[in-house]
């Protein structure tokens, strides 16, 4: 269990993203394996937007000065609405049926 920097929820390791300061920009940390202190946030624009909100980034990567979060509002994918919700722990997004090109995703027996 970890705890989103921008909801401060707690989730499991496996729905939030580890991000790590590098060369004054927080960066994705996709394969969790960059040297360095990190920090977790859920996947989601609003919690990117309340970790930005109340500078989360650089207090939990005990970082000097403001830190660039483009690459991670990028792969969160920033558009102006949220793209996901927080979901029950323990399930994933896309598992209740969710539509993928239109069509609504059918489970096998």
Do not use: N, Y
Not at 10 to 25: D, K, M, S, W
Not at 68 to 73: G, H, P, W
């Amino acid at each position: 269990m970890r705890t989103c920097v921008g909801c401060k929820r707690r989730a499991l390791i496996g729905e939030l993203l580890r991000v790590v300061a590098v060369a004054g920009r927080v960066v994705v940390d996709e394969r969790r394996r960059l040297p360095g202190r990190g920090a977790w946030l859920h996947p989601d624009p609003d919690c990117l937007a309340k970790a930005e909100r109340r500078r989360a980034f650089p207090r939990a990567l005990r970082a000097q000065g403001a830190l660039d979060a483009r690459e991670v509002r990028e792969h969160v994918g920033c558009t102006g609405a949220p793209r996901t919700t927080h979901h029950e722990p323990g399930t994933s997004p896309g598992s209740r049926g969710s539509k993928e090109a239109g069509r609504p995703v059918m489970s096998q027996p």
